[in-house]
């Protein structure tokens, strides 16, 4: 029987910057596909059509009032602000560390202050709109999606080869 991999400790680094002891939470951009409903002739049921990726979203939140981030707010470029999550994931049966590292390129979109209260935290909470995202497990890159340079590659396949060359890009 194997158990599962926590995680055990991460850190959140702003356009280098790091935020140990000032991140506290961090929503992992979900990965998902923009799907459409076909059916043709003679097909008894429709499938789906598989027609790109949907866009990708950083959720974070901090501790108290985060200066560097609010300068950052605004950006006219979509790949402005540099994100870099790292995790240490611990297996409870092994021992064994993944070393979990999530790098994201974007602007922020949201920024929520939260509530004022003398004496008790505060926290900034801030989402990312991405045109970057790249997963890499143990030093080994799974996902890379760049929207602006047509780069879609998962566990080393470059799944926009074809395309590419189609348009002359290649």
Known sequence: MALPSILKNFNLYNDGNSLMGVAEEVSLPKLSRKMEDFQGAGMPMPVEIDISNEKIELDWTCMGFLFDA??????????????????????????????I????????????????????????????????????????????????????????????????KAIGLA
Do not use: P
């Open 101 to 164: 590292e999530i790098v994201v390129r974007g602007r922020h979109k949201e920024m929520d202050f939260g509530n004022a209260k003398i004496g008790e935290k505060s926290t900034t909470k801030i989402k990312t709109t991405c045109s970057y995202y790249k997963l890499t497990v143990d030093g080994k890159v799974l996902i890379e999606i760049d929207a602006l340079a047509m780069i879609f590659t998962v566990d080393g396949k470059d799944m926009m080869d074809k395309q590419r």
């Open 70 to 99: 609010v300068k950052q707010y605004g950006a006219a470029k979509t790949n402005a602000n540099l994100l870099r999550f790292a995790g240490a994931y611990q297996r409870e049966d092994t021992e064994d560390v993944t070393a």
